[in-house]
């Protein structure tokens, strides 16, 4: 979720952290490639001055589980026209992406840590913040402002990453202008973007119930009577989950392919959610639409 330390620098808290772990969309291969080639990753200052788009977890799966030769860069690029690519053995090419994996990865447990850290109660602490709102010094100026971000980081992420971006545009249902734009799948080299999907989901679960299943926003709507709504938004949450876990095969590239409808009924359930964190969710509880999403009838 883009709240706190995950968030963007901009947003109260914010340390970005969360693109500097795993920035998806934002992935290069073009740029992954030409760096296997010039081995900028054995640079002391690599990760320091690369961008996002050629490391974390998105570079690594890339890395460790694309085992084609072939590169993303157009003809015209350097590693084409010059034979660089082209002169880097199997062998080679294989012991360069280890290589390049290994720092990458330890970027990402660098990161990944200091992200935990931020929120542990005798580190960091975020969690404070929240509790905390409003009270001078504090990073939200109310604890509507703290509310707020909760509910924007909630709703954009089930909303725009998990509806729109990760079923949606591979199905050609948003952000795409043909049939389907199987290149938009998030994890197309492991292959585990429905395994993603329903981690997604999860994550929902616990910022609407709580950790035990009893607390979260579901039972502040309970608390200012409303419970008609938290019931209907987690049986949507419950409907999302078993659809997309109905979802076959678990390869979702090839579920769009052989079995779409499987798909579109998974993408149904979740948008049937995101329509009620959108309007009634946010309704009862005083919020406000994230910028992102408002003025979206989808």
């Known amino acids: 979720m883009h709240i706190g330390p995950a968030a963007p620098a901009t947003a109260p808290g914010g340390k970005g952290l969360r693109d500097e772990v795993y920035g998806w969309p934002l992935l290069s291969r073009c740029t992954i490639e030409q760096t296997l080639v010039n081995e900028g990753y054995k640079s002391a200052d690599f990760v320091a ?14 890395l460790l589980f694309h085992e084609g030769a072939d590169n993303a860069c157009s003809a015209q690029t350097k590693i084409n026209t010059d034979g660089s690519w082209a002169a880097l053995s199997a062998e080679e090419l ?12 330890a970027d990402v447990l660098r990161r990944a840590q200091e992200l935990a850290d931020a929120w542990a109660t005798d580190k960091g602490n975020f969690a404070a913040n929240l509790a905390r709102a409003g009270e001078p010094g ?4 109310s604890s509507q402002a703290a509310f707020n971000a909760m509910s924007d980081a909630l709703i954009t992420h089930t909303d725009k990453e998990t509806k729109d971006r990760k079923l949606g545009r591979p199905l050609g249902l948003s952000e795409c202008t043909t049939a389907t734009c199987l ?19 999860r994550g929902v679960r616990k910022v609407l119930r709580g950790c ?45 392919t052989q079995n779409p409808e499987g798909a579109k009924t998974a993408h149904a359930a979740v948008k ?22 408002s003025g979206d009838n989808d």
């Open 49 to 62: 001055f690369s961008l996002v788009n050629s490391r974390g977890l998105g570079a690594v799966e890339y």
């Open 94 to 105: 294989r012991k360069r992406k280890v290589d390049y994996a290994r720092v990458a990865a």
């Open 138 to 141: 504090g990073v939200f100026a």
């Open 183 to 201: 290149d938009g799948l998030e994890s197309r080299y492991a292959r585990r973007s429905k395994q993603h999907l329903v981690a997604n989901l």
């Open 212 to 256: 035990t299943d009893s607390g979260g926003l579901e039972a502040l709507m309970r608390a200012r009577e409303a419970a008609d709504v938290a019931d209907r938004v987690g049986k949507a949450l419950d409907d999302a989950t078993k659809a997309v876990e109905a979802v076959t095969p678990d390869d979702l590239e090839a579920a769009i």
């Open 272 to 293: 049937s959610l995101t329509d009620l964190l959108k309007n009634e969710f946010v309704l009862v509880l005083g919020l406000q639409l994230p910028t992102l999403v």
